[in-house]
């Protein structure tokens, strides 16, 4: 197979499909007749809480019929977008996703490696222990959004609404999430004040609460701006230097 792969260059992707409600393998048919084999769909959760770390998914299909949950009536519940999935929704099909899925594989950052390194960078290394972790090579990378945040020696097809149009995606951005949700309400059990396992790490009231009170736990990212907003604990606020280089930081 060349690399010439239909939309691996983000200037030749066509406008994206108009979302819906049920994914389907549009996509990774496409990347299929090109001569790609394995597509290993990519998709993350957790860039813009305030704790906890940042998760990715990778997750690769046999390419049969997506699994479906039963719904009201004679309705059926169909793989798509966690965000547009209820929570007893995805617990269920992640809990049915790892034994349909060839293969799928967890990476992340956390809340040092994001304050060290950066959100964009942290998220690079997460996706990358996650495609690494995987049981084969993936042929091609397809990744929910614009921005391909991969890079070399990635092959990467980005698309706008992947996570509702790709079953791959869907099915790592259901993984991901639970898998992350699972996570925070562990270390929510440490620090019970801040909600973790209602909030997930995200500036809930009883979050935002517990911070002005307590302060942040060693799971809060310590170089983003809420710190700002809170006096007492300012001071704990770490900043890159631009001009240090890579992973300097400093405490202003």
Excluded at 76 to 92: C, F, H, I, N
Excluded at 116 to 143: H, I, K, N, Y
């Amino acid at each position: 197979m060349t690399d010439a792969l239909p939309g691996l260059d983000p200037a030749e992707s066509a406008p994206a499909a108009p979302p819906r409600r049920a994914a389907g393998y549009e996509i990774e048919d496409e990347l299929r007749a090109a001569g790609a084999i394995h597509i290993a769909g990519v998709d993350e959760v957790g860039r813009g809480a305030w704790a906890g770390p940042v998760v990715v998914c990778a997750a690769v299909t046999a390419f049969g019929p997506p699994p479906e949950l039963p719904g009201r009536g004679e309705r059926t519940v169909r793989l798509t977008d966690s965000k547009l999935l209820g929570p007893a929704q995805r617990e269920a099909f992640a809990a049915i996703l790892p034994g349909w899925l060839t293969c799928h594989a967890y990476g992340e950052s956390g809340p040092e490696e994001i304050d060290e390194a950066g959100m964009t960078e942290a998220l690079r290394r997460a996706a990358c222990r996650a495609l690494e972790a995987l049981p084969l090579r993936p042929d091609v990378v397809l990744l929910d959004g614009a921005h391909d945040f991969l890079g070399r020696p990635w092959r990467v097809r980005c698309e706008i609404k992947a996570d509702q149009r790709s079953v791959s995606v869907a099915a790592a951005s259901v993984l991901a999430k639970v898998h992350r949700d699972r996570l925070m309400a562990e270390i929510g059990e440490e620090h019970p004040a801040y909600g973790f396992a209602a909030n997930a790490g995200y500036p809930s009231p009883v979050h935002q609460r517990a911070l002005g009170e307590t302060g942040p736990t060693p799971h809060h990212r310590l170089s983003w701006s809420y710190l700002d907003d809170l006096p007492q604990w300012r001071h704990l606020r770490k900043h890159r230097d631009p001009l240090a280089g890579s992973g300097q930081m400093t405490l202003l």
